[in-house]
């Protein structure tokens, strides 16, 4: 599987951003997609999960309230997944990466896109 993230930009505190990420290769594989973030000088954390179904989706206690995930799952297999993010505030401020987890050919296996910087 593979990832290609969108969206990012600088945009002012109180405003919105929203990232799109597409997925190619066996999507068909995919159990759950999410978003990370990694801020300057800190370490990477998880900013939402979301199952392909997208029927059940979780977030970081920082950005519940103001940041939606979904999932674009046409055709039953997972073509793009979105973060909608509202009210951003300067510490949203990183790059943002979409994920992938799934089972294929005997393995588990977790994918990264190659991450979108996002200044809040």
């Known amino acids: 599987v593979q990832l290609v993230e969108s969206g990012g930009g600088l945009v002012q505190a109180g405003g919105s951003l929203r990232l799109s990420c597409a997925a190619s290769?066996?999507?068909?594989?995919?159990?759950?997609m999410g978003w990370y973030r990694q801020p300057p000088g800190k370490q990477r954390e998880l900013v939402a999960t979301i199952a392909s179904s997208g029927g059940s989706a979780n977030y970081a206690d920082s950005v519940k309230g103001r940041f939606t995930v979904s999932v674009d799952n046409a055709k039953n297999t997972v073509h793009t997944i979105d973060l909608q993010m509202n009210s951003l505030k300067p510490e949203d401020t990183a790059v943002y990466y979409c994920t992938a987890q799934g089972y294929y050919l005997g393995s588990n296996y977790m994918a990264w896109g190659q991450g979108t910087q996002d200044c809040g």
């Open positions: 290769g066996v999507t068909s594989s995919i159990k759950t």
